[in-house]
């Protein structure tokens, strides 16, 4: 099983910006990779995506905004995440984007607010 970290959240006002980074304890290579936010007491939320072949999927309430991306050679997953909002609150995890997951990570928490 790979074993992911999450990092790189924060307190930021609105219209701020962060960049999220998740550490894998293996290859993601051949997975497609997605960052998922969860709202207290809600379901986690597919919020983007990217294939092998760095093909991109973004919410609707994220397009725009966030850019994910991701480094082949450091096993790692990026968010960048600009003019952020008070809705865009949450736990931020990565996974694989499917019906097979690992296990999840301790995500990282990021609040938007004045």
């Known amino acids: 099983q790979v074993q992911l970290v999450e990092s790189g959240g924060g307190l930021v006002q609105p219209g701020g910006s962060l960049r999220l980074s998740c550490a894998a304890s293996?290859?993601?290579?051949?997975?497609?990779m997605g960052w998922y936010r969860q709202v207290q007491g809600k379901q986690r939320d597919l919020v983007a995506s990217?294939?092998?072949?760095?093909?991109?999927s973004y919410a609707d309430s994220v397009q725009g905004r966030f850019t994910i991306s991701r480094d082949y050679s450091k096993n790692t997953v990026s968010l960048q995440m600009n003019s952020l909002k008070p809705e865009d609150t949450g736990v931020y995890y990565c996974?694989?984007?499917?019906?097979?997951?690992?296990?999840w990570g301790q995500g990282t928490l990021v609040t938007v607010s004045p």
């Open positions: 990217i294939t092998g072949a760095g093909s991109t």
């Open positions: 293996g290859s993601l290579r051949f997975y497609v």
């Open positions: 996974n694989r984007d499917g019906p097979v997951r690992w296990p």
